[in-house]
C-alpha cells in the first residue's frame, strides 16, 4: 500500500502526518515504529493521523515513535498548520486531541497559538516539580542546562519507582534573565532527548511561575523559541493556557507499506 504524508516540524520536533478523513489507513505498533525510524522509515518523533469528527473541525490521533500514544503539544500545532494547508480549517480551530478538546488559531510567520487544558494538579518534590499538562512531566531546575547530562539523568526519572508503572517525562530547565527559560526534555515513548516538547515546555513555564516568572514565559529549547501564556488561580491551578510556537513544513511524499 502506497501511503501519502507530510513531514513536519515544531521548534525540531518532528512528525509524520497523515490525513485520514477517509478512514483508509490504521497502523500496528510495529508499522509506527518502522514509518518512524530514522534510518529505515520516514524518520520522526511521532506519527499523526487528522481524521473526521462529529462535532469538531477534526480528531487527532497521535502515536510517539515507540507506538504509545499521548498529548503532543508541539504535535498538535503542527496538525493544525496541516489542517490549514488542507483547507479543513482556515485561521482558527476547535480538534480533539488524546486528553480532549483544544483550540488554536495560526498566527502569522507560521506561529501556531494553542490552547492547552487547565491543569489542576500541581505536586511540589524535593528535587523538583511533577505537573501533568495532557502527558506527565518532571521539572528539575538545574544551573546549566546547556551541559547536563540530560538523556542519561532523564531516563533515570522517567523509569523512577516514584512515577511507576507509567513513567514520566524529565524536563531540566534553567532559569535565565528577561523572564526567560531554557528547556532540555527526555521524552517518554521516544525514549530519548528531543529537540523540543510541547507539553515539556508547558509544564515547565507553569513550574517557572513558582520561582517568580509570570505570565508569558518566553521558552528556548535546542529546536527553536516558544512562549507560554497562563492565568494562576489563587488555589495554585492554572487556566488559560496558551503554547505558542511555530510549525513548519518540511516536505511531503509517499511510502510503502
Known sequence: MRIPFLKYEATGN???????????????VEQIQKICDRKFGVGADGLMLIEPHASLDFNLLYFNSDGSSSLCGNGSRAAVAV????????DKTQFNA???????????????????????DVKKMPTGTFIN??????????PEAEKFPVKEEGRKIRYSKSFSPGG??????????????FVRTY???VEDETLSCG??????????SFQGYPSPVKVKTLGGNLSVEFTT??????????????????FEGIFEM
Not at 499538562?133 to 538545574?142: L, R
Not at 515539556?200 to 507553569?206: H, S
Open 233 to 250: 488561580n489563587a488555589n495554585g491551578s492554572f487556566a488559560n493556557i496558551y503554547l505558542i510556537g511555530p510549525a513548519r513544513r518540511v
Open 187 to 189: 521524552e517518554r515513548g
Open 199 to 208: 507539553t515539556g515546555v508547558t509544564a515547565a513555564a507553569l513550574a517557572a
Open 83 to 90: 489542517a490549514a494547508k488542507l483547507h479543513i480549517i482556515k
Open 98 to 120: 488524546y486528553d480532549g478538546a483544544h483550540e488554536a488559531a495560526l498566527l502569522a510567520d507560521q506561529t501556531v497559538r494553542l490552547k492547552m487544558n487547565d491543569v489542576h
Open 168 to 181: 514520566t517525562n524529565a524536563n531540566f530547565i534553567e532559569l535565565l534573565s528577561d523572564n526567560t527559560i
Open 14 to 28: 518532528d512528525f509524520v502526518i497523515i490525513d485520514n478523513r477517509k478512514k483508509e489507513y490504521s497502523f500496528s
Open 133 to 142: 499538562t495532557g502527558s506527565p512531566h518532571f521539572i528539575q531546575i538545574v
